[in-house]
């Protein structure tokens, strides 16, 4: 089945610094999402992306969606404390009977003030 | 963006007990929706979606009997965990999906979440 590999797993970063995280598929997808999630509550999403080649900003976040289809990456500029959290990547097939998410494993975002 | 409640947020109830959890999208229409179990430091699992008018659909290893879903109406889907044991306590969440043909989006929302701590 489709899996994704996000990377790094976690990242301990200084205020104000920039933050790139990515995730990578074995097969292709038509939709890429990431989300964010604080503990304890469920994912908000951030970010969707509907084409291939896509580059979409969402304030200090800005995210692409890979030319093959098989991946995508995220930046937040500028971090500050209030970014911390998991981050998820997300893909999906475009419309289809059920629209299924197939998530990444996060990447777990620590800021120092 | 489209919002979506779960309720409710938290649950604490005795082993051997049912226990219902709603999922509303509250100003959207969603026929699909999704249920997923998160266990610590973990990413969501998906449990089953939820079709409204028709039966569930479970993954592999979910027992339905066990977890039953309703789908009744285009913004309501309940998730009840019958017979409820410890090894159930996990975080439940909820998506609902916002397909839009016309603009050519297929997104899902997600509640809040329920926390379910089974005695």
Known sequence: GQQLNQSPQSMFIQEGEDVSMNCTSSSIFNTWLWYKQDPGEGPVLLIALYKAGELT???RLTAQFGITRKDSFLNISASIP???GIYFCAG?????SQGNLIFGKGT???VKP | GAVVSQHPSWVICKSGTSVKIECRSLDFQATTMFWY???PKQSLMLMATS???SKATYEQGVE???FLINHASLTLSTLTVTSAHPEDSS????SARDFKTSGGTDTQYFGPGTRLTVL
């Not at chain 1, 999906?92 to 289809?96: A, D, K, P, R, V």
């Not at chain 2, 975080?91 to 909820?94: D, E, H, N, S």
């Open chain 1, 108 to 110: 777990k975002l620590s």
């Open chain 1, 82 to 84: 209030s970014d911390v």
């Open chain 1, 57 to 59: 900003s969402n304030g």
């Open chain 2, 64 to 66: 339905k009997d066990k």
């Open chain 2, 37 to 39: 179990r998160q266990f």
């Open chain 1, 92 to 96: 999906q097939n475009y419309g289809g």
């Open chain 2, 91 to 94: 975080f439940y969440i909820c």
């Open chain 2, 51 to 53: 079709n409204e008018g």
